[in-house]
Nanobody
């Protein structure tokens, strides 16, 4: 089974930028979408962004649209999440996931998950 490893999290100030990476151990299912989700303490895991297998189609949560950009490098089996204009409410553990056959916003549609990377945004 493909394994996903996230990196790039950290502690930043409001207004700063971060780029998260999600490296897959091998190419996921040929038509599988890749997604980013996040979870804050006491809250449910929520959808952030998704990209289809060839990188041509993307989907974003309304809370991040215009600030975050998802992209992929298929040659490296890696998906990125560029996060700009970060806000304290973006603080969460960010997870990447794959296996969905469409740009689902529902975490139950993604069977494969990484371990997560912490993003903390201070005032």
């Amino acid at each position: 089974q493909v394994q996903l490893v996230e990196s790039g999290g950290g502690l930043v100030q409001a207004g700063d930028s971060l780029r998260l990476s999600c490296a897959a151990s091998r190419r996921p299912f040929s038509s599988a979408a890749m997604g980013w989700f996040r979870q804050s303490p006491g809250k449910e895991r929520e959808f952030v962004a998704a990209i289809n297998w060839n990188g041509a189609i993307t989907n974003y949560a309304s809370s991040v649209r215009g600030r975050f950009t998802i992209s992929s490098d298929n040659a490296k089996n890696t998906v990125y999440l560029q996060m700009n204009s970060l806000k304290p409410e973006d603080t969460a553990v960010y997870y990447c996931a794959t296996g969905a056959y469409f740009l689902s916003m529902n975490n139950v549609d993604y069977p494969v998950w990484g371990q997560g990377t912490q993003v903390t945004v201070s005032l």
